[in-house]
């Protein structure tokens, strides 16, 4: 009896828009290094259009996807079995569906946050003191889980709209204190670690305006924003001294448990995945 040809496993990104996504370079990068007849394709699908999409991939050859703007919220809605990271953070970036039918969802920004922090900053510790971290959004609230996880002592959170960090502080209780966005600079020298979720600095958006001059040696800054990828946050915390970690990382680290979970191989975030995803 012959082998009947195995099935090609297929992924995607989700979202809308979606051309501007890096993913597909990404996934593309390691199927090719590692030896995976697969495929992980770019899908830009309207909200209205999301549910009828997600629900009919696995009959289409889909073993999961990845989730951006503007669904994130809607997938955890979808979802027959959600991690408990992605139910504390109440978003979902990874879509697995399983055998029995089943839509299995996580959400891997903290872990790929961390894993690019340990990677570029392996002197970095949680418990050396407070985090600062800016602004109170999805990405928020996944990089304040994976610090509370490691053992961050302290996290302050400042937003723009200060009700949004209330609502974090309020979700993710007592190690979080929240301060007014004006007293995010003098909070500087006081932080072990820096982090900017915000867009603020990115292309086409307005630079992050807060006082820098309280950052210095000793200080871990992180920005999420990877276009471009040395912000003026990352650049001015260089230029005194302190230990900088650009965002593309967290891009990277973040599609690794999703890539395993796909295609059964586990990838390397090294500095040809890094040139893969920056062409």
């Known amino acids: 009896m012959s082998d009947a040809p195995r099935s090609v496993p297929l992924a995607g990104v989700i979202g809308h828009p979606i051309a501007h ?5 990404l996934h593309g990068h390691w199927l090719r290094k590692l030896g995976i007849r697969g495929h992980y ?5 309207a909200a209205a259009d999301f549910e009828n999409v997600v629900r009919m991939m696995p009959r289409m050859g889909f073993v999961g996807a990845n989730v951006t703007i503007p669904h994130k919220e809607r997938a955890f809605g979808l979802a027959d079995v959600v991690s408990d990271r992605a139910s504390l953070i109440g978003a979902v970036n990874t879509l697995t569906f399983r055998d029995d039918g089943r839509i299995y969802a996580d959400n891997t920004d903290g872990y790929g946050f961390l894993a690019n922090l340990r990677q570029n900053a392996p002197d970095w510790r949680a418990d050396a003191g407070p985090a600062l971290v800016l602004g109170a959004g ?3 609230r996944a990089v304040v889980a994976s610090l509370i996880e490691a053992g961050a002592p302290e996290i302050v959170v400042t937003n723009r709209t ?6 974090l502080r309020e979700d993710f209780g007592a190690r979080v204190r929240v301060l007014d966005w004006v007293q995010a600079g003098r909070a500087m020298a006081d932080a072990a670690l820096v982090v900017n979720t915000t867009s603020l600095g990115m292309v086409g958006k307005p630079e992050l305006a807060v006082p820098l001059d309280g950052i210095g040696p000793g200080t871990v800054v992180t920005d999420l924003v990877y276009a471009p990828l040395e912000t003026r946050l990352l650049r001015i915390a260089a230029d005194q001294g302190a230990s900088v970690v650009d965002g593309l990382g967290m891009l990277l680290h973040q599609a690794v448990p999703g890539f395993e979970r796909w295609f059964g191989m586990r990838p390397e975030v090294d500095e040809a995945t890094r040139a893969a995803v920056l062409l």
Do not use: F, N
């Open 21 to 25: 996504s890096r993913s597909p370079l």
């Open 41 to 45: 394709v770019p899908l830009d699908v």
């Open 138 to 140: 999805g990405a928020s």
């Open 162 to 167: 200060r009700v949004r960090a209330e609502t």
